[in-house]
């Protein structure tokens, strides 16, 4: 009343143990080429938006007479370098458009300096940019720059032109 039970192996299974199969070996290439794939998505969107997973930055705030045209990404700028964007912009206590700067951390603005809103090229988008002063005080993150200028809002000087006004 033995009974004997025969073990079925894949041909090539022996005592080193099963080889892989064409299903494990198609699945370890999806695998490794999906982990490529997201490295290389994360490295291309930290090289084109540094900081974007929270990293590197800080923000700062100014408040303006008027942001008309400004948006939301819009570029902040010394010298014509960029060295943040406008996070967000909204409506202050004070009843003045506030904007909220991310600067890159190694920029470290003195507290007297200016934030002015301007066109880059004729017709261009608007940027805000950073004209540093000469106070060895820093503005901290999440501070407030006191000097602004808003920017000259161009179809009121055409049509302050047109009619006369200048």
Same mark, same amino acid.
């Given at each position: 009343?033995?009974?004997?039970?025969k073990?079925?192996?894949?041909s090539?299974?022996?005592?080193?143990?099963?080889?892989?199969?064409?299903?494990?070996?198609?699945?370890?290439?999806?695998?490794?080429f999906l982990?490529?794939?997201?490295f290389?998505?994360?490295?291309?969107?930290?090289?084109v938006?540094?900081?974007?997973?929270?990293?590197?930055?800080?923000?700062?705030f100014?408040?303006?007479?008027?942001?008309?045209?400004?948006?939301?990404?819009?570029?902040?700028?010394i010298?014509g370098?960029?060295?943040?964007?406008?996070?967000r912009?909204f409506?202050?206590?004070n009843?003045m458009?506030?904007?909220?700067?991310?600067?890159?951390?190694?920029?470290?603005?003195?507290?007297? &300096?200016?934030?002015a809103?301007?066109?880059?090229?004729? +017709?261009? =988008?608007? @940027?805000v940019?950073? %004209?540093?002063? *000469?106070?060895?005080?820093?503005?901290?993150a999440?501070? &407030?720059l006191?000097?602004?200028?808003?920017?000259?809002? +161009?179809? =009121?000087? @055409?049509?302050?032109? %047109?009619?006369g *006004?200048?």
């Amino acid at each position: 009343m033995e009974q004997i039970y025969k073990l079925n192996l894949p041909s090539g299974a022996g005592v080193a143990g099963p080889t892989l199969g064409k299903q494990s070996i198609t699945g370890m290439k999806v695998a490794l080429f999906l982990a490529i794939g997201l490295f290389s998505l994360g490295f291309v969107s930290h090289s084109v938006k540094p900081g974007l997973f929270g990293l590197g930055y800080y923000s700062v705030f100014a408040d303006f007479q008027t942001v008309d045209g400004l948006r939301e990404g819009a570029q902040v700028e010394i010298a014509g370098v960029r060295i943040g964007e406008v996070e967000r912009i909204f409506l202050a206590p004070n009843e003045m458009a506030r904007v909220e700067m991310r600067l890159r951390e190694d920029i470290m603005l003195p507290e007297d &300096t200016i934030a002015a809103i301007g066109l880059r090229g004729l +017709l261009g =988008d608007k @940027v805000v940019r950073i %004209l540093p002063g *000469g106070s060895p005080r820093k503005v901290p993150a999440s501070g &407030t720059l006191q000097e602004t200028e808003s920017g000259v809002d +161009l179809a =009121d000087l @055409v049509s302050k032109m %047109l009619v006369g *006004g200048l």
